[in-house]
């Protein structure tokens, strides 16, 4: 377009412009343009028509450019020499400004706490340029996310283990390259290392045979660094549970009521319950039922005192009237009958109100009282 308004300008000036004036003079025909001056103007509008439609599509195929940047080159094309005139030197630069701010505002995505709020910062700013757009997005950007990773992987090595807290620190000497790819991939692998070691830990200091065998299992595999990860984070706590619920079932098996009663509810609740009574449950239960036991064998020992001393007492009792009996018929079947006088006087002359002494001695006491009554019936009769 500019070639083409400049045409006229440069015929007006050039030495065959003022030989055909002079020509005209003579004649009384009007000088017409010569056909060379009128091909060299098509010629140079064509080379300016083909050189703005390469940089047209030139600018289109830029990965920078937009769907609406590639569609509105398109249109210039379709549309002729003026339209691509104006859409390189106006149309593109506004829209490659959109284009820009679109791109910022979307790197809001995957954002650190750093990138975030320089990126809502620099839109806030009236009056941004396109070359500070192209500058923020080009290398402002990067930076700022250098910063956040740099955070990431400071936090990552506080809780990290030994291969995981070296390949971190070795990151953060390195260059900003350096720490994106530990963050996209190093980490992971460093962290897989120091899972398999701690899966080996657990595997040494637990005896549960459902989390153990699943251990030997995962480590003797080919495990990617996600399996590992999700094993120890998840599949551990399930598999260890499942070994709780089987050492509890073992342990209130035959056990007392307290040990049963706290184990069913173990059972029944949450894995935090299940291994609360593991670790003080099942003592606490087992400490109620030692003591239940423990005060009712001192209740049976003291029924069991309290009856002997009952049967003591009411032993004690029988005997000494039945051996009253035995002594008192014994006496009655061995006492001489007395020619006259009552069985009742005889009875209440004999020792009848008193124990006698079984054995010998009773026998003796028995023989001499008939002694004495023999004597007294044999004076008796001779007094008469």
Known sequence: MTTAALAPAVLLASPAFAD????????????????????????????????????????????????????????AIADGPAAMRTFIETDQHSIRLDDYRIAIMRLLHSAGPHLEEGIKAFLKTDGRTLADLRHFYEVTQHELRDTDNRIEIARLVNDAGPALKEAAKKALLGTPADRIAFLEKGRHLAQAEDDRVELARIDEGWDGPILSEAISKLLNGSPTPAELRHFLEVTQ???????????????????????????????????????????????????????????????????????????????SGADTGNDDKKDTGSTGNTAVTPQSGSGAQLASTGAGDTPLIAGGAGTALVAGAGLLLAARIRRQASGN
């Open 237 to 315: 706590h399930e598999l260890r549970d499942q070994d709780n619920r089987v050492e509890i079932a073992q342990i209130i098996d035959g056990g007392g009521p307290e040990l049963v009663k706290a184990g069913r509810a173990a059972l029944a609740g949450t894995p935090a319950d299940r291994a609360a009574f593991l670790l003080t449950g099942q003592h606490e239960a087992r400490k109620k039922d030692e003591k239940a036991q423990q005060e009712k064998d001192e209740n049976d020992d003291k029924k069991d005192d309290k009856n002997d001393g009952q049967k003591d007492q009411d032993g």
């Open 20 to 75: 055909s004036n002079q020509a005209a003079a003579s004649t009384t025909n009007p000088p017409a343009p010569t056909a060379p001056d009128r091909e060299a103007a098509d010629a140079s509008g064509k080379d300016q028509a083909e050189q703005d439609r390469k940089t047209i599509l030139a600018i289109i195929a830029d990965p920078m450019a937009s769907e609406y940047m590639k569609e509105a080159g398109h249109k």
